[in-house]
């Protein structure tokens, strides 16, 4: 798949509405039956652990490429903070840390006119962490509206029963973080995918399917 046909397929699962109250992806389906709902939320859980942890290492493995010397203790912090968690509601609320302090300053640092030769004189280990965690990121943005639509149709089936509160927490945060990560992913994973091309490094080509691989952020030395 070319780096216009990712964008358009990431772009055509990004309308407006579908991102806003996730209406456009939830069509037809039917609730998630309320007997089913702690392997349900178990399941989303998982999920959603993955996707935040893809969605803030490919920010902070920007920055940390293309940023300055400056960035490196914020990015060395909130990367060992992704790294450490295992509990999904936390791990959203970390990404949407993330998001909110570091998209501007990642996707700038991409369009840079000296995004090339930065990327140009870095090692190979670090060019390769690069393109890794934005494939990561091309992944989980095909993943997203999936994991959306299953969300919403867990908090439909659990409905009021007060056993079920605190079992959606963690589904309620997913789907924030899903929310404010998808108008984010599009121009990332574009620009990221064509400055790794520039450099002569194939980032890969994401599909839905893809299995999903992470790690804590490479650092410069």
């Known amino acids: 798949m070319k780096l216009g046909s990712i964008a358009l397929v990431i772009a055509l699962g990004f309308s407006s509405t579908a991102y806003a109250q996730f209406g456009g992806l939830l069509g037809g389906s039917k609730p998630a039956a309320t007997a089913d709902i702690g392997a349900q939320v178990e399941a989303f859980n998982a999920n959603s652990l993955l996707l935040n942890k893809a969605v803030g290492f490919a920010l902070l493995q920007v920055k940390a490429a293309l940023g300055s010397k400056e960035d490196m203790a914020a990015v ?4 060992e903070s992704l790294s450490k968690t295992t509990d999904a509601k936390e791990a959203g609320e970390i990404a949407g840390t993330i998001l909110k302090d570091d998209k501007g300053a990642a996707l700038a640092l991409l369009k840079d006119k000296d995004a090339k030769a930065k990327m140009e004189k870095l090692s190979p ?7 890794k965690s934005l494939l990561a990121a091309g992944i989980a943005s095909l993943q997203m509206p999936a994991l959306a639509k299953t969300g919403q149709n867990i908090l439909s ?6 056993m079920n509160i605190s079992k959606l927490l963690p589904v309620k945060t997913g789907l924030s973080s899903i929310s404010d ?3 984010v992913l599009p121009g990332l994973v574009a620009a990221g995918f064509q400055l790794m091309r520039d450099v ?5 080509n994401p599909t839905a399917d ?3 691989v992470t790690g804590a952020v490479t650092l410069p030395e």
């Open 76 to 79: 060395k912090a909130k990367s």
């Open 181 to 183: 990560a998808l108008p």
């Open 125 to 131: 280990a670090m060019q390769q962490a690069v393109a």
């Open 157 to 162: 089936g659990a409905g009021s029963n007060p």
């Open 210 to 212: 893809s299995k999903i």
């Open 200 to 204: 002569k490094v194939d980032p890969g």
